[in-house]
Nanobody, 125 residues
Framework: QAQLVESGGGWTQPGGSLTLECAAAGFTFGNYAMAWARQAPGKALEWVSAIYADASGAGTDTYYSESVRGRFTISRDNAKKMLYLQMNNLKPEDTARYSC??????????????WGQGTQVTVSS
């Protein structure tokens, strides 16, 4: 049974930075694409970023939504079974609950079969 536990959320002012972490257990982490999604009250789920299995961190190994591209950076440490999301220049519209998700396979196909419980990110002045 896969388990995903997020941490690192909190409050920051506009322009601030936060780093989210997701600790994975119960599956061979390096064999699966992973993603971050967010949902704000009353809004649809948004896939924020994803990273393929065996990602080198460059080029097509990652996905970013248009709303966060250039501000957020996804990374993974397969040895530690950790997924990260570095969020810079945060905006009030980034306020949401952020969840870590595991893809069914090595590629990112906008589908997840396991989710963490999420961590709240609030950006306000």
């Amino acid at each position: 049974q896969a388990q995903l536990v997020e941490s690192g959320g909190g409050w920051t002012q506009p322009g601030g930075s936060l780093t989210l972490e997701c600790a994975a257990a119960g599956f061979t982490f390096g064999n699966y694409a992973m993603a971050w999604a967010r949902q704000a009250p009353g809004k649809a789920l948004e896939w924020v970023s994803a990273i393929y299995a065996d990602a080198s961190g460059a080029g097509t190994d990652t996905y970013y939504s248009e709303s966060v591209r250039g501000r957020f950076t996804i990374s993974r440490d397969n040895a530690k079974k950790m997924l990260y999301l570095q969020m810079n220049n945060l905006k009030p519209e980034d306020t949401a609950r952020y969840s870590c998700a595991k893809a069914p396979g090595r590629l990112w196909v906008f589908s997840a079969n396991y989710w963490g419980q999420g961590t709240q990110v609030t950006v306000s002045s």
